[in-house]
């Protein structure tokens, strides 16, 4: 990672809302072990090598399709490690590429849906899906009466696990916590884990815009567009929104942020993510035809 990289990606963690620290030193402790075991191509949790498959050792390295992984084997390691848990240690594989940017978990692009997320890490592609009736269970189906979520994974842009081809249960550690966690949100779910909702919500927003535009590997992230308004009926001088969009624009940040600096102006802003950035993998309807390989 050259300098100005890792220069853009310290901006970006500088944003992260605080955490406790009981829980941000535990965190930190874990994925110290995890960085050490992956940076030498071993798994913490197993201590065997990432290439490692043992199909009576469920561990969410399986995730990384190491030789003899088959679509069928995801039940298993769905039954014996959480949502939490896979989001968990995807998060942190996909983090030791891009901070942030690999993982798009932004509400806006949901899709109605209770929980979304795409993670992304080289030739991978995770998602995860649940709308509230997943959530709560479908009474009328025996296979997915019970709490579920739904999984996708690609491998070099192919369909390895389909949406649909399994009603992954949520452990009981998963929903006690989920239920926590809509009642009262997290300002950070996954320490060292985050992702793009975490450097763009309300309480980032401000700061963010005026970060330079584009993300550590030079693309946007966003589009963000501006509207300033004037406390009197006299609006703002043009020679003054000149000079705040050219001082923005000198520190490489948005033009917009300069608004920001006009003087008891009103800022609203809007902020989509920006064409070409990382998109949350839709969820259609029907089951696989091959859904046992």
Known sequence: MSGNQAQKRDHLKNLLAEVPIAVIQHADAEH???????????CYL????????????????WLL???????RFFKKLSERFGYLDLQNFL???????????????????????????TIVY???EWSFSCSDSDFAGHPT???????????????????????NDFHAPFSS??????????????????????????????????????????????????TFDAIAIAPTKEGFRVEDVMVAVRKAAKTGARPGAGLLNLKDAKVQGIVRPAEGLL??????????????D
């Not at 983090?95 to 929980?115: Q, R, W, Y």
């Not at 998109?279 to 046992?292: E, F, L, V």
């Open 32 to 42: 110290g072990r995890f960085q050490a075991a992956f940076q030498v191509g071993d």
């Open 46 to 61: 197993c201590n065997h090598p990432l290439k490692h498959f043992d199909v009576t050792q469920p561990c969410p390295h």
């Open 65 to 71: 399709n190491p030789p003899g992984f088959k679509k």
């Open 91 to 117: 998060r942190w594989v996909a983090n030791e590429s891009e901070f942030a940017i690999n993982i798009n978990d932004l509400p806006i692009e949901a899709d109605g849906k209770m929980l979304a997320s």
């Open 122 to 124: 080289e030739d991978f």
């Open 141 to 163: 189906s025996q296979e997915a009466k019970h709490p579920h979520y739904h999984f996708q994974m690609r491998v070099r842009k192919q369909p390895l696990i389909f949406y």
């Open 173 to 222: 550690d998963d929903l006690a916590k989920l239920e926590v966690i809509r009642a009262r949100p997290p300002k950070r779910l996954f320490p060292h884990g985050e992702g793009m909702h975490d450097l763009l919500n309300e309480d980032t927003l401000e700061d963010f815009v005026k970060l330079p535009a584009d993300g550590p590997s030079g693309e946007p992230l966003v």
């Open 279 to 292: 998109p949350i993998a839709k969820r259609k309807g029907g089951r696989s035809k091959d859904s046992a």
